[in-house]
């Protein structure tokens, strides 16, 4: 099935196709330059061996701009669209060389099995968002899920269709349901603040669900009475105020939280600490430091710069994956108050060998939706699963998991989640 881009146009974005890497110190004395990126690799496809850019040339500047180092061609590179037009300056074989570049787009994700559908949606503040589609090439209205995934800026796009994000997305999709990926602030095609920046909050993600959601119903493939949502790690914490605010057939949550962020925050690291084997007094020290350079961040909402100045160590200790911002909202959150006013079923399925999650989350948050609403929550563990839906015998072989290494998908999510949804929807 043709990709279909609707819902308001947005560019696509730029496709190099170049693998560089950094230029020592010993080669840039030889070449003459203080800073660049050597070519180490070409993809078929991309802009870079259609300008014939080749292995080994050192880019130096882009545009006039000195490109200081791998970080900044790649933050250069995420911003460019497909009929951008670039002047790269390099070095070919140790001489200087101009080539004028015209950006090519980026391949879009397909599937022999499944439709893949490009859109937009817009949020309150203007800013559009890219979608991805995903449907059964069975013609009628399917039920459909809103994925909603974890804390972090990346893309949600999958071009081989890879990830477990994908082959959870893709094996629903086989299983008859339209799945909805919603990309982040700033990431891949959409548009809005950059991901890291103070204003792509915890709220700002919300927002991109919840005009999802919106336009889930609207769609003509869609049963718009069996619309779910699925939410992974703070995806599931996020389902809660999305799911309160526009009424939805059913949740399910993923290796999720259910406490208040502190005291998950603590049990998990303390969780980590001893799966990594650290002495308890140091434990101990560590957490206590880890409290306290938490709770004056994300509580008393002291400047990062501040508390860094004043406890040079707590820079460990609020690194995190998303803005400050986004932080101190998804602190500032009361769980129990926020699953209180969902009426939908949930289901809460969690991997015995997730190191990031706390198991006993999960149980908690099926005693809390069912003290509100009887029978409302499920609960679904799977042995040998980890936080990232591949497979691991333990949450010891999941942390230690060498990083760059993928693990085997465990597809026995997929069958979790769809023979439960099954159950759910509304018959035609």
């Not at 397909?110 to 995903?134: F, K, L």
């Not at 994908?166 to 548009?191: C, H, N, P, Q």
């Not at 707590?314 to 998804?330: G, I, L, N, S």
């Amino acid at each position: 099935m043709a990709v279909v881009a609707q819902g308001g146009e947005l560019p696509r974005g730029g496709f190099l196709g170049l693998a560089v890497g950094a230029v020592s110190a010993e080669e840039g004395r030889e070449l003459g330059i203080a800073s660049g990126v050597k070519v180490l690799k070409l993809v078929d496809g991309g802009s870079g061996k259609a300008a014939g850019i080749q292995p080994g040339d050192v880019i130096t500047q882009i545009d006039s701009s000195n490109v200081a180092g791998t970080d900044a061609f790649v933050d250069f590179a995420r911003h460019l669209h497909a009929g951008d037009v670039v002047t790269i300056s390099l070095l070919h074989g140790g001489k200087a060389k101009d080539v004028r570049m015209e950006v090519r787009p980026r391949p879009f994700e397909t599937s022999p099995d499944a439709g893949v559908w490009y859109s937009s949606i817009s949020i309150a503040d203007g800013s559009r968002r890219r979608v991805i589609v995903t449907k059964p090439k069975q013609p009628g209205r399917h039920p459909a899920v809103l994925y909603m995934t974890g804390v972090g800026c990346f893309s949600q796009e999958s071009l081989d269709r890879s990830s477990p994000d994908a082959k959870l997305l893709y094996g629903l999709t086989a299983a008859g349901f339209v799945t909805m990926r919603v990309e982040k602030s700033g990431i891949g095609d959409s548009e809005g603040p950059p991901c890291a920046s103070p204003d792509a909050d915890l709220d700002n993600e919300v927002r991109g669900y919840l005009a999802g959601l919106l336009a889930l119903k609207q769609y003509d493939f869609v049963d718009s009475r069996n619309i779910f949502l699925l939410g992974l790690s703070i995806g599931g914490v996020e389902a809660a105020l999305v799911a309160r605010r526009e009424p939805v057939r059913g949740v399910v949550v993923v290796n999720t939280v259910a406490k208040p962020f502190l005291e998950y925050l603590l049990e998990t690291r303390r969780r980590q600490l001893q799966l990594r084997h650290v002495p308890y007094d140091e434990i101990d020290r560590r957490l206590r430091e880890n409290e306290l350079c938490n709770h004056r961040l994300l509580i008393e909402k002291e400047p990062v710069e501040q508390l860094v100045k004043e406890i040079p160590s707590c820079r460990e200790h609020v690194d995190y994956p998303a803005p400050v911002t986004f932080m101190r909202q998804w602190a500032a959150i009361d769980p129990a108050a926020e699953w209180k006013e969902v009426s939908a079923p949930v289901l809460i399925i969690y991997g015995l060998s997730d190191f990031v999650a706390t198991i006993g989350d999960h149980p908690y948050l099926a005693s809390i939706l069912n003290s509100f609403h009887p029978g409302q929550g499920t609960l679904k563990p799977i042995a040998g699963m980890d936080h990232y839906l591949t497979r691991a015998a333990s949450m010891e072989e999941s942390i230690t998991r060498p990083a760059g290494t993928p693990g085997q998908f465990d597809s026995d999510v997929v069958d979790a989640i769809a023979s439960w949804l099954r159950t759910q929807r509304i018959p035609t």
